[in-house]
């Protein structure tokens, strides 16, 4: 043994005492400093954009709903839309937006007017449904795998996928001929529309079209909704960034491990809901029940007390998201049976 061993182990022997060692424990209150606070830091820049932005289009529409010809209205929503969507921080990710929206117009034109020349036995393959459809998912897996790198591609993929839900349901309700091809900037209005173009929620064109043709009456209850909402969507986030890993540790039971990770993911999936519901409302929609009740306003994306307390499975696959429900049930599986 050396004399630095040698004296390294007389000090331990001498100075270390186990019993006095105090480890400091992160109480309530550092938890809401160092992460909680910083957690909404985070995301207040882009909150505060989506929820302004759709602000300024619900009082806009409201105040001039009389006097607001229908092409401006559509353009109106578009161009909020592009701002939000020129906030992205990746520059290829926002060409890829911009060249989806072209493609997806001029391919829906396309599939339109080639169905007069399809064969009735061929209708069940090239449907304009069927064509739009490929060419989506075609779109998503060269942008995933060959066009851009993972950090962009996360950045877009939740933008896309709402893109793809508008456009299938576009194409399903003109083949059914619920409603017709839509202008250029009806098209542009519904797909842009700043109240979901972000984070959702998807809508059917005739909702979105609901909104011009009787639009919603603003009060202060529209105002106060808007920001519950928000509040409640970063109560959902520091619940799920921080205090579910302070109530539960990482030296807890496995199954309380377990059990934490996945609370941990449904309320970072309540955050984006309500966070949409936000959205939604602040543009000025809300579900069709309460269309004309001026003192109720909600647009139900999820339902937190009946996810976490279910009577029943399909109540669950319900309103874990209720208008991709709404949608599947739509496009999905109506055309199956």
């Excluded at 607001?68 to 906030?87: A, D, K, R």
């Excluded at 290829?92 to 599939?111: A, D, E, P």
Aim: aromatic content about 16%.
């Amino acid at each position: 043994m050396n004399i630095d061993e040698y004296d390294y182990d007389l000090y331990i022997d001498k100075y270390y005492n186990p019993d006095a060692i105090n480890y400091d424990e992160e109480t309530f209150f550092d938890v809401l400093v160092n992460c909680a606070l910083l957690s909404i830091q985070s995301i207040l820049p882009i909150l505060s954009r989506l929820i302004c932005t759709n602000l300024c289009f619900g009082v806009l529409t409201s105040v001039f709903s009389d006097k607001l010809p229908q092409q401006l209205f559509h353009s109106l929503s578009g161009i909020c839309g592009i701002y939000l969507v020129l906030t992205l921080s990746s520059a290829q990710g926002k060409v890829m937006i911009l060249l989806l929206f072209g493609l997806s117009y001029i391919c829906i034109k396309f599939t339109v007017i080639i169905q007069r020349f399809i064969r009735p036995m061929l209708y069940p393959y090239l449907s304009s449904s069927n064509l739009v459809k490929c060419a989506l998912i075609a779109f998503s897996i060269l942008c995933q795998h060959k066009f851009l790198d993972q950090e962009t591609w996360m950045e877009i993929r939740g933008i896309v996928m709402i893109f793809s839900m508008k456009m299938i349901s576009l194409v399903d309700d003109i083949e059914r001929e619920s409603i017709i091809l839509p202008s250029f900037t009806n098209f542009f209005g519904y797909i842009f529309s700043s109240a979901n173009i972000l984070f959702g929620p998807w809508i059917s064109f005739q909702d979105y079209m609901h909104l011009y043709r009787q639009p919603t009456k603003k009060n202060i209850l529209w105002v106060l909704s808007t920001i519950k909402q928000v509040f409640i969507s970063l109560l959902f986030l520091i619940i799920s960034n921080c205090f579910a890993t302070y109530l539960i540790s990482d030296e807890s039971n496995l199954l309380l491990v377990s059990y934490r990770e996945a609370l941990s993911f449904r309320n970072s999936h309540y955050f984006i809901s309500f966070l949409s519901e936000a959205s939604m409302l602040a543009a000025g929609f809300k579900n069709s029940k309460i269309w004309k009740n001026d003192h109720e306003w909600r647009y139900i994306v999820t339902d937190p007390i009946k996810i976490e307390f279910p009577t029943a499975l399909a109540i669950v696959v319900t309103y874990w998201n209720k208008p991709m429900h709404d949608f599947l049930k739509k496009c999905k599986y109506d055309n199956v049976y």
